[in-house]
């Protein structure tokens, strides 16, 4: 088992800065791919960004590409999000999550309890 614990969601206005972190538990923390999927009001859960176990590879949906930076600290067990430039748009909880031997994070193995992000126009 692998849990996974979110922080750093808030309220913050149009254009400012967000860092969100997830600390990693149970299971050797290299061995996932991580991933940050959010779900905003009366929408489906949706990918945001990725990364690979060594942290070499990144992947970003459209949406966030330029905007956003994933990020991870393997000896603290750890991944972030970066978010800059925050759009209204952007409102909704961000789930950490992740999946055993992957580059690119798609179907996760394990999901974080989520942390709300509400940007105000």
């Known amino acids: 088992q692998v849990q996974l614990v979110e922080s750093g969601g808030g309220l913050v206005q149009a254009g400012e800065s967000l860092r969100l972190s997830c600390a990693a538990s149970?299971?050797?923390?290299?061995?996932?791919?991580m991933g940050w999927f959010r779900q905003a009001p009366g929408k489906e859960r949706e990918f945001v960004a990725s990364i690979s176990r060594s942290g070499s590879s990144t992947t970003y949906a459209d949406s966030v590409k330029g905007r956003f930076a994933i990020s991870r600290d393997n000896a603290k067990n750890t991944v972030y999000l970066q978010m800059s430039n925050l759009k209204p748009e952007d409102t909704a909880v961000y789930y950490c999550?992740?999946?055993?031997?992957?580059?690119?994070?798609?179907?996760?193995?394990?999901w974080g309890q989520g942390t709300q992000v509400t940007v105000s126009s």
């Open positions: 999550a992740a999946e055993l031997m992957k580059t690119v994070v798609r179907t996760p193995d394990y």
């Open positions: 149970g299971r050797p923390f290299s061995l996932y791919g």
